[in-house]
């Protein structure tokens, strides 16, 4: 399974965003997809998570309420819609994806099989 992310850019403090993570290979396989971000001198961190029917979704603290998380299984894509950006959202933002047959969502890194090569979202204030 290859994840080709896309749609960072500069964006500006308010504004809103939609990355797109577009799946190939052996896509059958692939279960619950995920999102997550590494900011300048930090970890990486979870951003949010949806099971494979795209049924269920989880999101961390900072980002619920501003992020939705979705994805269209016959385009083999997830997606991440970020709205009222703020300059703690700067980051490079990855997607995920974990070889699964379950409708679970997973929050946690170790838990993914594969890994997109990242987009680069700065908001300025």
């Known amino acids: 399974v290859q994840l080709q992310a896309s749609g960072g850019g500069l964006v500006q403090a308010g504004d809103s ?6 799946a ?30 795209g049924t269920s979704t989880s999101y961390a603290h900072s980002v619920k309420g501003r992020f939705t998380i979705s994805r269209d299984n016959a385009k083999n894509t997830v997606y991440l819609r970020m709205d009222s950006l703020k300059p703690e959202d700067t980051a490079v933002y990855y ?11 997973y929050s946690l890194e170790e838990q993914y099989d594969y890994w997109g090569q990242g987009t680069q979202v700065t908001v300025s204030s």
């Open 95 to 105: 997607c995920a994806a974990r070889t699964d047959y379950s409708d679970r969502y």
């Open 24 to 53: 190939s290979g052996r896509t059958f396989s692939i279960g619950g997809m995920g999102w997550f971000r590494q900011a300048p001198g930090k970890e990486r961190e979870f951003a949010a998570a949806i099971s494979r029917s």
């Open 17 to 22: 965003r939609r990355l797109s993570c577009a």
